[in-house]
């Protein structure tokens, strides 16, 4: 069913994400659930990797489609909204744990990036080939 999803509707193209934030993390809530109820399965590997590029999407966006403006740094407003309803939504998935650190941790600099938010994310998504 997961892969069935990626290539029905594909979430990025040219470099931008074409699915909406709501969906990149219905996705990787999915994947998430997977990997928790099945971890000897034989997709165990190709949903990780999927799992991985969706988290590196939940925290950097893409190129074109980035979660935080190219010259302030800031976080989109919408974007902060999206991500709060997921969190209350969510909060006891793993993923959305992370993600109630590093909201908090940009809380605190008025949703911008700073030295320590930084560091959080590439603990979390060190970056990706994507």
């Known amino acids: 069913r997961i892969m069935g999803i990626e290539s029905e509707k594909v979430p990025a193209k040219d470099a931008a994400l074409i699915i909406s934030k709501e969906e990149i993390f219905s996705r990787a809530l999915s994947q998430e659930s997977f990997l928790i109820n099945y971890p000897e399965s034989l997709r165990k590997n190709e949903i990780e990797n999927l799992f991985n590029k969706y988290t590196y999407f939940i925290y950097y966006g893409l190129n074109n489609t980035p979660l935080f403006d190219f010259y302030t740094e800031k976080m989109k407003e919408e974007d902060v909204a999206v991500y709060l309803k997921v969190i209350n939504d969510n909060p006891e998935s793993p993923l959305i744990k992370d993600l109630i650190v590093f909201m908090d941790i940009l809380e605190k600099n008025n949703?911008?990036?700073?030295?320590?938010?930084?560091?959080?994310?590439?603990?979390?998504?060190?970056?990706l080939d994507v």
Do not use: A, H, Q, Y
């Not at 949703?111 to 970056?127: A, H, Q, V, Y």
């Open 111 to 127: 949703f911008t990036l700073d030295s320590t938010s930084k560091e959080f994310r590439n603990t979390i998504s060190p970056g």
